[in-house]
């Protein structure tokens, strides 16, 4: 892998199963933990056409849709203003039974040295720095698929 892998309002995109699913794939389901809405609807955009997307825009809602829902990945923002931090909700998450193996990205825009190291050193699998591209955040995506299939 390369050097972007090892990372106010809530929103549930359901997607139809023939834009999802266009080739008998299973269904993606990703959660999209972001407090800023720019960055929610740009990551939306950029996996629109490959994942259901849910978005969090806090930790009290990132619980409840992981305690309702089961995705294939998590995407964190590290910094989510008031409330817990993306470190916090990520351990809270690691004590979900089924949740302690499922891919957390970190999404942030610390991007300094030690950074990545101490976001994968707390709970999350992959780190990706903001800004990003589509393809980064879809390469990130399709390795974690490759790595381990759903």
Known sequence: MNDI???????NFNLSHKEVNDQNKPIKKILLVEDDLITQDVIRFFLKDLYIVDIAHNAETAMEFVQ????????????????????????????IEGYENIPIIAETAFAMRGDKEEFLAAGCDYYIAKPF??????????????????
């Open 5 to 11: 892998e090892s990372k106010n309002r809530s929103i």
């Open 133 to 150: 591209s589509k393809e980064d955040i879809r390469n990130i995506l399709h390795a974690i698929e490759i790595e381990r299939p759903q």
């Open 68 to 95: 309702a829902n089961k995705y294939n990945a998590i995407l964190m923002d590290i910094n989510l203003g008031k409330g817990k931090s993306g470190i916090e909700i990520t351990k809270d998450i690691r004590n």
